[in-house]
């Protein structure tokens, strides 16, 4: 079973920035947190959850969202386990709860039912 914790969300202004960080632990079955795909949804109230942003295993390769490409910014330190988020230009539309997610798939993944593992998620709120 892999644990991930999400930090960093919060109330910021319109054009700001924040910084999420995912935190993973409990590798299964021997597979290192190197070794899964990783993705940012977010799901606003009385919506879907959508697809934000995904990094490939390496770094490498990664994907975004139209509404977010040129403003979301996602990472990886597979040394400390950990993946990123650096939104900036943040819109009032951006408003949600953001989860992280790790998938045992090979591939990026976008669909949420890819996803083998979530966080409980990390609010963010942007003011007008």
């Known amino acids: 079973q892999v644990q991930l914790v999400e930090s960093g969300g919060g109330l910021v202004q319109a054009g700001g920035s924040l910084r999420l960080s995912c935190a993973a632990s409990g590798a299964a079955s021997g597979r290192p947190f190197s070794s899964y795909v990783m993705g940012w949804f977010r799901q606003a109230p009385g919506k879907e959850r959508e697809f934000i942003a995904v990094?490939?295993?390496?770094?490498?390769?990664?994907n975004y969202a139209d509404s977010v490409k040129g403003r979301f910014t996602i990472s990886r330190d597979n040394a400390e386990n950990t993946v990123y988020l650096e939104m900036n230009s943040l819109k009032p539309e951006d408003t949600a709860v953001y989860y992280c997610a790790a998938t045992r798939a090979a591939l990026m993944q976008t669909r949420s039912f890819d996803y083998d593992y979530w966080g409980q998620g990390t609010q963010v709120t942007v003011s007008s």
């Open positions: 990094i490939s295993w390496s770094g490498v390769g990664t």
